[in-house]
């Protein structure tokens, strides 16, 4: 099957910093890419949808100016964690649908980035 | 806005034994795909099964089906056979344009 990947796998920053996460589809264009947000023993929150081209479409809540997402290319987005504070530490999965839309399709899920703000 | 629901928050389960898993959703949309995934404690999310709304017979793979009862908004997870290998966190999702995913339920299955 497809394949997505993450970078890096796992990261720890200083608060106050930015973290850059890559989601690069490795065998396959995609338009669209979705980041989500998993805590500790809790469930997958979408954050945003990114767009190939143009800008992401953010969930509610979710600060845009705080979480920058850039899709530049049919193969990689990345989400960019700014001014990051112990309450960003978190699991951040990208997944990534090869396929133009619709619902008759799956989603294929990157290996997730686990993010420790110290 | 879609909801999708997750009753059942932790289950245990006897090796062997098949086990349902409960999953509901609402939606006033007609086109629309429900998905189930694995995600052990590595993390990783693996496809389990995908039933879309308009497909007429329950999805299959292997050990894996999909209870489809499309009327009552269900859209449960029998996995038969259990193995110690399946123990690991199941969540339900719906998808029209973007995936959505229920609470999950953490599933142990003992020897």
């Known amino acids: 099957g497809a394949v997505v990947s993450q970078h890096p796998s796992r990261v720890i920053c200083k608060s106050g910093t930015s973290v850059k996460i890559e989601c690069r589809s490795l065998d396959f264009q995609a338009t669209t890419m979705f980041w989500y947000r998993q805590f500790p023993k809790q469930s997958l929150m979408l954050m945003a949808t990114?767009?190939?081209?143009?800008?992401?479409?953010?969930e509610q809540g979710v600060e845009k100016d705080k979480f920058l997402i850039n899709h530049a290319s049919l193969t990689l987005s990345t989400l960019t964690v700014t001014s990051a504070h112990p309450e960003d530490s978190s699991f951040y999965i990208c997944?990534?649908?090869?396929?133009?839309?619709?619902?008759?399709?799956?989603?294929?899920f990157g290996p997730g980035t686990r993010l420790t703000v110290l | 806005a879609q909801k999708i629901t997750q009753t059942q928050p932790g289950m245990f389960v006897q090796e062997k034994e098949a086990v349902t898993l409960d999953c509901t959703y609402d939606?006033?949309?007609?086109?629309?795909?429900l998905f189930w995934y694995k995600q052990p404690s590595s993390g990783e999310m693996i496809f389990l099964i995908y039933q879309g709304s308009y497909d007429e017979q329950n999805a299959t793979e292997g050990r894996y089906s999909l209870n489809f009862q499309k009327a009552r908004k269900s859209a449960n997870l029998v996995i038969s056979a259990s193995q110690l290998g399946d123990s690991a966190m199941y969540f339900c999702a719906f998808r029209d344009d973007k995936i959505i995913f229920g609470k999950g339920t953490r599933l142990h299955i003992l020897p």
């Open positions: 997944s990534a649908n090869p396929f133009s839309g619709g619902a008759e399709n799956e989603q294929f």
């Open positions: 939606t006033s949309d007609q086109s629309y795909g």
């Open positions: 990114s767009n190939e081209g143009s800008k992401a479409t953010y």
